[in-house]
């Protein structure tokens, strides 16, 4: 089982900047897909962006597109989740998440990190 962490989080103005990374503590998780989801009090969680285990297809939410990049480090250890032009619309609990597939489906993922927060004030 991994043990994914979360960092990176924090508060910003609107229309800032964010760089979120998740990491495994114990290993390298190079040959899983990985997502970035999250969750807003009272809502559902929510898919943000997923990339493959090669890092060569990414996918996005309609949301974010244009707005967040998903990349994955050079020796495929770490995920991160660049974050422009933030609103605050994307106020939430953010996750990483890893599967065998980047798909947008919270259930399709095994492994979950603890979140990290991401407030944007307007």
């Known amino acids: 089982q991994m043990h994914l962490v979360e960092s990176g989080g924090g508060l910003v103005q609107a229309g800032g900047s964010l760089r979120l990374s998740c990491a495994d503590s114990?290993?390298?998780?190079?040959?899983?897909?990985m997502g970035w989801f999250r969750q807003a009090p009272g809502k559902e969680r929510e898919f943000v962006a997923a990339?493959?285990?090669?890092?060569?297809?990414?996918y996005y939410a309609d949301s974010v597109k244009g707005r967040f990049t998903i990349s994955r480090g050079d020796a495929k250890n770490a995920v991160a989740l660049q974050m422009k032009n933030l609103r605050p619309e994307d106020t939430a609990l953010y996750y990483c998440a890893a599967g065998f597939y980047p798909r947008q489906v919270a259930g399709e993922y095994n492994d979950w990190g603890q979140g990290t927060q991401v407030t944007v004030s307007s």
């Open positions: 114990g290993r390298a998780f190079n040959s899983y897909a």
């Open positions: 990339i493959n285990w090669s890092g060569t297809t990414t």
